[in-house]
């Protein structure tokens, strides 16, 4: 390969064009020159969100595809399937809630729409609401709690999972609240939880904490009801049959 061409391409900071250029089909020169650079910009995009994805930290690899739209999933009636796709409420920061029973799919909805986000060129993280705790909890007690709040300053979307599974001490809570505050109509939260919003106190010990941070995450909120069986359970019992 030219290692001119190579030397003047890492001086313009096209990282692709050096490798792709006798790949692309050539029928005039405007043509080949413009094919050449989208290339370029598609293969720069698409590292972007492998990047963007990685760093999200999502637990699981399904697609947004590979999820499957059924009554099971009940919208209000604002918003639909197609426009929660679109990912609006990202820029409006706008919060979306899905509850409903485990195994019924909302986690793989919620991580569908981080990849797609990520996809799109946002910053995004995803985490297990009892992990999280547990690390607030642990930066707290080394001083380091500022630091690790400042981590969201550029980040768009914020994935909890699996709010409610198991219940918080009173520092976890009152810790994970503050960062919910801090996030409150500056970015976009998407919650999975097994429980309803007047259940919360369960996970909560302080009602009073409980009812503000239920007022701050359903406030310009896309609620989601999630009903019927368990996927996971009824994909157990056909394999059985």
Avoid at 23 to 32: A, C, G, H, K, V
Wanted: glycine share 4%; net charge positive; charged share 30%.
């Amino acid at each position: 390969m030219n290692s001119e061409l190579k030397r003047i391409c890492k001086t313009l900071r096209l990282a692709y064009v050096a490798d792709i250029v006798d790949t692309i089909p050539f029928e005039n020169p405007e043509q080949y020159l413009e094919s050449l650079l989208h290339r370029e910009l598609q293969l720069r995009e698409e590292a972007k969100a492998e990047r963007l994805i990685k760093k999200a930290r999502f637990f699981s690899k399904k697609t947004l595809e590979a999820f499957q739209w059924s009554e099971q999933v009940r919208f209000p009636p604002h918003i639909d399937a197609k426009e929660l796709c679109e990912l609006h409420f990202i820029n409006q920061h706008e919060n979306v809630i899905l509850t409903g029973s485990p195994g019924t799919g909302k986690t793989l909805l919620a991580t569908g729409l981080g990849r797609k986000a990520c996809q799109n060129g946002y910053e995004v993280r995803f985490y297990r609401v009892s992990d999280l705790v547990d690390t607030l909890e642990r930066v707290w007690k080394e001083g380091k709690l500022q630091q690790f709040r400042n981590k969201f300053k550029k980040v768009d979307l914020i994935i909890l999972d699996e709010m409610g599974y198991i219940p918080f001490s009173k520092d976890g809570a009152e810790l994970l609240f503050q960062l919910i505050s801090d996030w409150y109509e500056q970015k976009s939260l998407i919650i999975t939880s097994n429980l309803e919003f007047s259940q919360w106190n369960r996970i909560f010990v302080d009602s009073r904490l409980t009812a503000a941070l239920v007022d701050r995450v359903i406030h310009h909120a896309h609620i989601l009801s999630f009903t019927g069986d368990s996927y996971r359970v009824t994909h157990a019992l056909s394999r059985q049959k």
